[in-house]
C-alpha cells in the first residue's frame, strides 16, 4: 500500500506578501513554507505508515526549484522519497493547470491513495483534489476528519450538517483531509538528518508527457488587478466604564447601524 | 460562448438550502448584465419536487441533477452533461465542501477556467470578472478567464454574496439532466450520524455571536445563545472552543471551519488569529468583547469593547430585548 501526499509550499502566514508587476505572488519577496493544511494530510499518511497498514509514503510538489525545500521538511517529518515537478511554464498556474499536472504525476507515481490538505493557506479554493480526482478517473474522499484503509477499501468520516457521514470507496482514491486527523509532528533532528539522504528526484513538464501548450500556459485565468483591501476606519474602543454604561454604548452602535 | 447563467441548487430535506436561494438572486442579476437566463442546477433530496420552486426566486429553468442523499460528487457526470449541452457563460458554485467538490469536479472533468471564493461577480466585456480576497485577505484580486480560455467559467460564491429575493409568483421550468456515470459514484455515505438538532446553518445567519477560549466553558455559551437568540441570529465559535469540545465542530468558524460573511459578527473571548480571521474578515460589523486590550481581534473590529465578557454579555442581551420591545 502506497500513500503519496501532495505538498504545497506557500508563504508564511505572517509574512508579508507582494505582486509582481504582471501581477504574481513575489514568492521570493516572503519566507516559504509548507502549506500548514498539508502538513495535516502529512500527518494521516504518517500515522496510517506507523500503523502497518501503509509501506511507503512519498511526496510530490509542483512548484518552483525552492520548492524542493517544503519536500525535505515533510521528508524530516517522516516518509521516504519526494518528487518535484518543475518547469518554467507553470509559473501561475491556476487550479486547473495545477491539477492536471499533478494528476499526470500521480498517474506515473500510481499510489492507492493520492492525498492532500483541504485547502492552501494562500488561495483557498479547495478546487484542486476534487479536479484531481475528475481528471484521473479516481473516487473522491474529502474533507475527511480521519482516514481508514481497510483491504481495498478507504473508509473516512466527514462532518455533515448536525453530525458526521461515513464514507467508503474502492482504491486507488483521492482524499483530503481537515485539521482534526490529529496535529502534525515536529521534525527531529534526527529526522532532518535522516532527510538529507532521501531521494528528492526532479521531473519537468516533459517528463510527465505534458507540453506547455497542454497545459494553457499554465493558466486558463489570469488576475487583471491586484489592489490592498478597502482600508477600514479606525476601532471604535469602549473602555474603562461600567458594564451598564458599556451595555448601552454597545446597543446604541448596533442601533445606530440598524443591527437592532 | 453563451450568455445563460447556472447555479448549483443544493436541497437536502426536501427544501433548498439559503445558498441555492442567494446564487438564485446572484444568477438573474449577472444574467441582467449577460444577457441570458438563471438556470438551476438542483440536486440533493427533495431537488425533483422543489426545483420549480426555484422559479421564484430568479430561476428561468432548473435541470435536476439527482434526488439521492449521495455525496454531491456523485452529481458531477450529470452536471457536466447539462454544462456541456447548456453552453452557459458561468456556472456559479456555493463555497461550501458539497459546492466546491462539484465545482472541482466540473473543472477537471471539462477542463475549465476556476475562480473564488469571490465576493463579488460582474460581467465585463462579455467576460466573467470575479472578485476575491487571496493570501488571508491581504491582497484583493480581480480575475478572468484568459484570451482562448474554454467556457464556462467556474466561480465559487462566498455566503451573503448576494441577498436572496423576496420570492415572486414564477416557476422553473423543470428538465432532467441526463444520467452520466463517472468514478465518483463509486464513493458512498455507508453510515450517517446526528449528533445533536440541525442548528442555524452558520454561513447563512446574518448575526453571529462567536464564543472563543475566554468564554471558558459548555456552559459559558448559554449566555451567548441567549445573546444570539435576542439578535435572532446564530452562535459560531473558534477552533479553540471547538477543540476543547465545548461546542461541535459545526460551529467552528475559520480557515478550517466555516467561512462567514454575516451583517453583524459579534467576536466574544476570541483573540482573533488569523486563522479565525480568515473565517470572518467580510463580516460588514465587527464586534469584540474581549478583556485583553491588546488582543489581535481589537486591530480590526469596527468596536472594540474591552471588558469582561460575562459583566457585559447578559446585560447585553436585556438591554437588547428591552430595545425591541421583548
Known amino acids: 500500500m502506497k ?44 500515522r ?8 511507503n509514503v512519498s511526496y510530490l510538489s509542483m512548484g518552483p526549484a525552492q520548492a524542493g525545500e517544503a519536500l525535505r521538511r515533510a521528508m524530516a517529518m517522516g516518509g521516504d522519497d519526494a518528487f518535484l515537478v518543475t518547469d518554467d511554464a507553470l509559473a501561475g498556474a491556476d487550479e486547473w493547470a495545477t491539477a492536471r499536472v499533478l494528476a499526470a504525476a500521480l498517474d506515473k507515481l500510481a499510489p492507492d491513495v493520492s492525498l492532500m490538505g483541504m485547502a492552501s493557506d494562500d488561495a483557498r479554493g479547495s478546487l484542486v483534489p476534487g479536479a484531481v480526482a475528475a481528471i484521473r478517473g479516481l473516487p473522491l474522499l474529502s474533507y475527511a476528519s480521519e482516514l481508514r484503509l481497510e483491504g481495498n477499501t478507504a473508509r473516512i468520516r466527514r462532518l455533515n450538517a ?29 529526522g532532518i538528518m535522516a532527510a538529507r539522504r532521501k531521494t528528492l528526484e526532479t521531473w519537468s513538464l516533459a517528463d510527465l508527457g505534458l507540453s506547455a501548450a497542454g497545459v494553457q500556459g499554465g493558466a486558463l485565468t489570469r488576475v487583471v488587478e491586484a489592489r490592498a483591501p478597502e482600508a477600514k476606519p479606525p476601532t471604535e474602543r469602549i473602555e474603562n466604564v461600567g458594564a451598564d454604561e458599556a451595555v448601552t454604548k454597545i446597543a446604541d452602535w448596533l442601533a445606530a447601524r440598524k443591527l437592532i | 460562448m453563451g450568455s445563460d447563467v447556472f447555479f448549483l441548487a443544493e436541497f437536502s430535506d426536501g427544501a433548498p438550502a439559503r445558498s441555492a ?20 442546477l438542483a440536486y440533493g433530496p427533495g431537488a425533483a419536487k422543489g426545483a420549480a420552486g426555484l422559479g421564484a426566486h430568479g430561476a428561468k429553468r432548473a435541470i435536476v441533477l439527482g434526488d439521492d442523499p449521495a455525496p454531491a460528487i456523485t452529481y458531477s457526470g450529470s452536471a457536466a452533461a447539462a454544462v456541456k449541452a447548456g453552453e452557459p457563460l458561468v456556472v456559479l458554485a456555493p463555497a461550501t465542501p458539497n459546492g466546491r467538490d462539484l465545482a472541482a469536479a466540473l473543472v477537471g472533468l471539462l477542463g475549465l477556467p476556476a475562480f ?40 465559487l460564491v462566498l455566503a451573503n454574496t448576494f ?27 455507508v453510515e ?21 477560549r475566554g468564554v471558558g466553558s459548555e456552559d459559558g455559551f448559554a449566555i451567548l445563545r441567549d445573546l444570539a437568540a435576542a439578535l435572532g441570529g446564530a452562535v459560531g465559535a473558534s477552533r479553540a472552543a471547538a477543540d476543547a469540545g465545548w461546542v461541535p465542530y459545526q460551529l467552528q468558524i475559520g480557515q478550517t471551519g466555516k467561512v462567514v460573511k454575516p451583517a453583524l459578527y459579534l467576536g466574544v473571548g476570541i483573540s482573533g488569529a488569523i486563522q479565525h480571521r ?17 488582543a489581535p481581534i481589537g486591530e480590526f473590529a469596527d468596536l472594540f469593547v474591552v471588558a469582561d465578557l460575562f459583566a457585559i454579555v447578559p446585560k447585553l442581551t436585556e438591554e437588547i430585548r428591552r430595545r425591541k420591545g421583548n
Open chain 1, 3 to 46: 500513500i503519496v501526499v501532495c505538498i504545497k509550499q506557500v508563504p508564511a502566514t505572517a509574512a508579508e506578501k507582494r505582486y509582481t508587476s504582471d501581477l504574481r505572488l513575489d514568492r521570493s519577496a516572503s519566507e516559504n513554507v509548507i502549506n500548514p493544511l498539508d502538513e495535516y494530510a502529512v500527518e494521516q499518511a504518517l
Open chain 1, 48 to 55: 496510517l505508515q506507523e500503523s502497518g497498514a501503509v509501506e
Open chain 1, 162 to 190: 448536525s453530525g458526521f457521514d461515513i464514507i467508503e470507496a474502492p482504491l486507488p482514491v483521492v482524499a483530503s483531509v481537515t485539521d482534526q486527523v490529529g496535529e502534525p509532528r515536529y521534525a527531529s533532528l534526527k
Open chain 2, 21 to 40: 436561494l442567494e446564487l438564485a438572486a446572484g444568477a438573474a442579476r449577472i444574467a441582467g448584465e449577460s444577457g441570458g437566463a438563471a438556470v438551476a
Open chain 2, 116 to 155: 473564488g471564493p469571490a465576493r463579488a461577480i460582474s460581467v465585463a466585456g462579455g467576460r466573467i470578472r470575479s472578485e476575491q480576497g487571496t493570501l488571508q485577505g491581504t491582497v484583493i484580486t480581480l480575475s478572468e478567464p484568459a484570451d482562448g480560455a474554454p467556457s464556462p467559467a467556474v466561480v
Open chain 2, 163 to 189: 441577498a436572496p429575493t423576496e420570492p415572486g409568483g414564477g416557476q422553473a421550468e423543470v428538465s432532467q439532466a441526463e444520467a452520466a456515470q463517472t468514478p465518483f459514484g463509486a464513493a458512498m455515505i
Open chain 2, 192 to 212: 450517517s450520524h446526528a449528533e445533536q438538532a440541525a442548528a442555524v446553518n452558520l454561513e447563512e445567519a446574518t448575526m453571529i455571536v462567536a464564543g472563543g
Open chain 2, 278 to 294: 480568515v473565517g470572518m474578515q467580510s463580516a460588514e460589523n465587527v464586534v469584540a468583547i474581549n478583556k485583553d486590550p491588546d
